[in-house]
């Protein structure tokens, strides 16, 4: 089995449905290169799936519990790890965008936090791929964050949202405009590529110690323990980047504000 193999393609008639799709989707938008790789999009559908029974677990354990799910629960279940997640990355949120905000971008963040930590996660199993550790993956998740960032910012400021990019006077717009074009360009990129680099350097890795050692089961334990600490990380730096960029976007609302009535904030 291959670095790029899973255990589904041990299932011939799985493999002939992935063909059967591979040939019905052509070629890609970019490169136009034959579509041949779709272990990511598996891995993506079995990670909603475990997100999707995760929350419905989760609903299930507060309503039996009788309180509204205000007392915690005495062992680490799935309602455990929701709330771990959940409660950790509402308050980065709030410390950096103000609790308001916070909340209000909680759904799409927090939503992200759950992808990206669980699709690292299962990439930890030998035999599994993590969907974060393609490129194809990330660049959605990034693309997304790049959306909300912009929709938001002239949402909250109008078209006066864009004066930012043409720095703080006037005469410094015809070099401020193409450098900050770049950086806001450059932002999702980063995202993505940071993210899939490190998730499928932590997969090779791995997967080399899995095929050296001679007892695979007790040697790599400290390699997957780094794995595990990678996947945590990096999960917790793409919402962090993803939360400041929505912040910054969002506060030229207030600060335009407070330049129209004569008084900052």
């Not at 965008?97 to 971008?105: C, I, L, S």
């Not at 600490?229 to 400041?244: D, K, Y």
């Amino acid at each position: 089995m291959g670095s790029h193999d899973i255990w589904f393609d041990l299932i011939p008639a799985f493999k002939s449905l992935k063909e059967s799709i591979a040939h019905a989707l052509g070629k890609t938008w970019i490169g136009g290169e034959p579509v041949h790789e779709l272990n990511h999009v598996v891995m993506a559908l079995i990670v909603f799936a475990l997100i999707l029974f995760i929350g419905l677990r989760y609903k299930a354990r507060v309503a039996a519990s009788g309180d509204g799910g205000v007392v915690p629960e005495k062992n680490f279940n799935a309602r455990s790890f929701v709330e771990v997640v959940g409660e950790a990355t509402l308050s980065v949120m709030s410390g950096i965008m103000g609790p308001e905000a916070a909340k209000q971008y909680f759904p799409l963040i927090g939503t992200m936090a759950f992808f990206i930590l669980i699709s690292n996660l299962v990439g930890q199993i030998p035999g599994l791929a993590a969907p974060t550790g393609n490129f194809n993956t990330t660049a959605a998740c990034a693309i997304i964050i790049f959306l909300v960032v912009h929709v938001n910012g002239v949402r909250a400021n109008g078209i006066a949202y864009f004066k930012h990019f043409l720095g703080p006077v006037g005469w410094l717009a015809p070099l401020m405009l193409p450098i900050e074009i770049f950086s806001h360009l450059v932002r999702p990129f980063s995202l993505a590529v940071r993210l899939m680099c490190n998730m499928f350097a932590d997969h090779t890795l791995l997967l080399a110690f899995l095929g050296l050692v001679a007892a695979p089961i007790l040697i790599p334990l400290p390699v997957m323990g780094l794995g595990l600490l990678v996947c945590i990380v990096q999960t917790a730096v793409f919402c962090l980047l993803s939360t400041v960029y929505i912040a910054m976007a969002i506060e030229h609302h207030e600060e335009g504000h407070g330049d129209a009535h004569g008084h900052g904030h």
